[in-house]
């Protein structure tokens, strides 16, 4: 079994900062891509920031600058570090991976149960 747990949620004002993070836990072999996506009310599911093994990233262009993903592939975590939180981007937060649990297995994609991020203006 696999799990991925976010961490690091709250709520801010305008401006202020806040770091996720996820740790992915189980029978894992290995961890292919990473990302956060982001959910607001009444909205669908949207791609925040993505992460290779690697460490190639890739940021939706209303996080650009302000936002920053990163991984420890020795720890299997993902961190998103927000900066210059701004009201628009209050949503539940989600992490994601690909993950091979076994050397013969392909990789499925796990989701985590979000973490609540709230900014006020």
């Known amino acids: 079994q696999v799990q991925l747990v976010e961490s690091g949620g709250g709520v801010v004002q305008a401006g202020e900062s806040l770091r996720l993070s996820c740790a992915a836990s189980?029978?894992?072999?290995?961890?292919?891509?990473m990302g956060w996506y982001r959910q607001a009310p009444g909205k669908q599911r949207e791609l925040v920031a993505d992460i290779t093994r690697s460490g190639t990233t890739n940021y939706a262009d209303s996080v650009k600058g302000r936002f920053s993903i990163d991984r420890n592939n020795a720890k299997n975590t993902m961190y998103l570090q927000m900066n210059s939180l701004k009201p628009e981007d209050t949503a539940v937060y989600y992490c994601s991976a690909a993950i091979r649990r076994r050397s013969y297995s392909a990789f499925t994609d796990y989701w985590g149960q979000g973490t609540q991020v709230t900014v006020s203006s």
């Open positions: 189980g029978t894992i072999f290995s961890i292919n891509g």
